[in-house]
């Protein structure tokens, strides 16, 4: 398998953006490539089972994180959760200057870590959306009203907000963002 120096070195014209997770939170990326596909956005790939999509033409690089991740020096970024094989911290300042960063501001030690940090990045927090389990299915609140999702995890549930600013910062708007998670299944 490819090391992220190598990542980086192959790839370090394009955007990369660095989803940092942990094992718990594997339906994130796939989440962020079904809208991208959804809306025929199409992103190259890394993921750390190993699968990977490579075309040459494509702007972004999605990479899912694995140890040594601050050599990627992601343009955009998400952090869910302090991961413990990562320092977290060095991927946080390791982002490109200009570049961005989403974390999930409900995780205090996720918080703290962002705002340490004195990187030159844009910083957008997020936390879970509100929603609610009616008969067996997840319905979340967005400005047009409740939406209902084929998710069963509830946890890929609160860090779906994570997934729309990575969305929105590849090209993908919020109206777009909402009609093609609504048909993600996990």
């Given at each position: 398998m490819i090391s992220e120096q190598q990542l980086y070195q192959q790839f370090q014209e394009k955007t990369r953006v660095v989803i940092l997770t942990s094992k718990a939170e594997n339906n994130i990326t796939a989440m962020l490539l079904h809208v991208l596909n959804y809306h025929d956005k199409q992103v190259d790939f890394v993921l750390a089972n190993g699968e990977q999509s490579i075309d040459e033409s494509?702007?972004?690089?999605?990479?899912?994180?694995?140890?040594?991740?601050?050599?990627?020096?992601g343009n955009i970024a998400l952090v869910i959760d302090v991961n413990s094989e990562i320092h977290t911290a060095d991927?946080?300042?390791s982002i490109t200057n200009g570049g961005m960063l989403v974390y999930n501001e409900t995780i205090a030690?996720?918080?703290l870590l962002v705002e340490a940090s004195t990187n030159t990045?844009?910083?957008y927090p997020y936390q879970q959306p509100n929603y609610t389990l009616e008969n067996e299915v997840y319905f979340i609140d967005t400005n047009e009203g409740k939406l209902p999702l084929e998710i069963t995890n509830e946890n890929d549930i609160k860090h779906l907000l994570g997934v729309k600013w990575l969305c929105q910062h590849m090209g993908v708007d919020e109206d777009d963002f909402y009609e093609a998670v609504g048909e993600f299944q996990a």
């Open positions: 494509n702007e972004f690089i999605v990479i899912e994180a694995a140890k040594n991740a601050d050599a990627l020096k991927f946080v300042n030690a996720v918080k990045i844009k910083k």
